[in-house]
């Protein structure tokens, strides 16, 4: 009998350079759980549950190694100002995600982009303009007929007009349009394996966890071509403290976050 876990990051001794962090931002109601739940399982719930804050986590086999993704879906209230300031210093890679006929939500999804900028600016000690993050941005609902569209594909054209590390597609979660185009594209512009994305890996069970320390497994079993991916469960958001030394390791210098100013509250 497997012995069920939650399986981390040590037990696998996946590298740092393996390691990343996927956040998805973005107003209340917009779709951002349904695009989470497209890419973990490939469907959606009905019902409508409004999200505070759900961490999620996934392995992958890829050509002989093995890679985390941390997946990050926070709320679209934003009680905690620093805490989505804490989000953002954690993410590698982001998602902004507005609806087609909320206006509101667009511009909510502008701000956020120029926080992201700003802030990750401040950890890497580059100008805002300089930031380098790899960003998909996501009007959703784009299957709706029958629904007035507050905003238009040129603005959000200019939005990302310059920024080579920025894409923008218009999604439908329900019905899974461009969703797996969009994940490619996003980790096209982290520079991550394609096989990331959703449709590209073939998805495993828990018993296969063990396979993943094997290095048979890894440099053996699994062909050219070959990748696979375990979502890990029960999996809980690291503590303040274990964000705060991913911030530390992934900042260039490592201790210029300080020098910077750069801090959570």
Not at 19 to 48: P, W
Not at 53 to 77: A, C, M, P, W
Not at 200 to 212: G, I, M, N, P, T
Not at 253 to 264: A, F, H, L, P
């Amino acid at each position: 009998m497997i012995k069920k876990m939650s399986p981390s990051e040590n037990e696998f001794d996946i590298p740092a350079k393996n390691c990343h962090r996927m956040v998805i931002l973005g107003s209340t109601k917009v779709g951002k759980s349904a695009l989470i739940s497209r890419f973990l399982n490939e469907r959606i719930e009905d019902q409508y549950t409004p999200t505070i804050e759900d961490f999620h986590r996934k392995f992958y086999s890829i050509r002989g190694e093995v890679y985390q993704l941390d997946i990050l879906d926070t709320s679209g209230n934003h009680p905690f100002p620093a805490m989505r300031r804490l989000s953002i210093l954690t993410g590698d890679v982001f998602i902004l995600v507005f609806s087609l006929d909320n206006r509101e939500s667009f511009l909510e999804v502008q701000r956020l982009k120029r926080q992201i900028y700003e802030t990750k600016s401040c950890l890497k000690n580059k100008t805002k303009e300089d930031a380098d993050v790899p960003l998909v941005i996501c009007g959703n609902k784009c299957d709706q007929e029958d629904f007035y569209r507050e905003v238009q594909e040129e603005e959000v054209e200019r939005l990302v007009a310059g920024d080579d590390q920025c894409a923008y597609f218009e999604v439908s979660a329900k019905r899974n349009t461009n969703v797996d185009q969009m994940f490619r594209t996003l980790f096209a512009l982290a520079k991550l394996p394609d096989e990331m994305s959703p449709e590209r890996h073939r998805k495993v069970s828990l018993q296969y966890c063990e396979l993943l320390h094997r290095k048979s497994f890894r440099s053996k079993k699994c062909k050219d071509g070959d990748a696979y991916g375990i979502l890990a469960p029960f999996a809980r958001r690291p503590s303040v403290h274990s964000d705060l030394m991913y911030i530390k390791e992934k900042a260039v210098g490592g201790g210029q976050t300080k020098e910077r100013g750069c801090v959570i509250c």
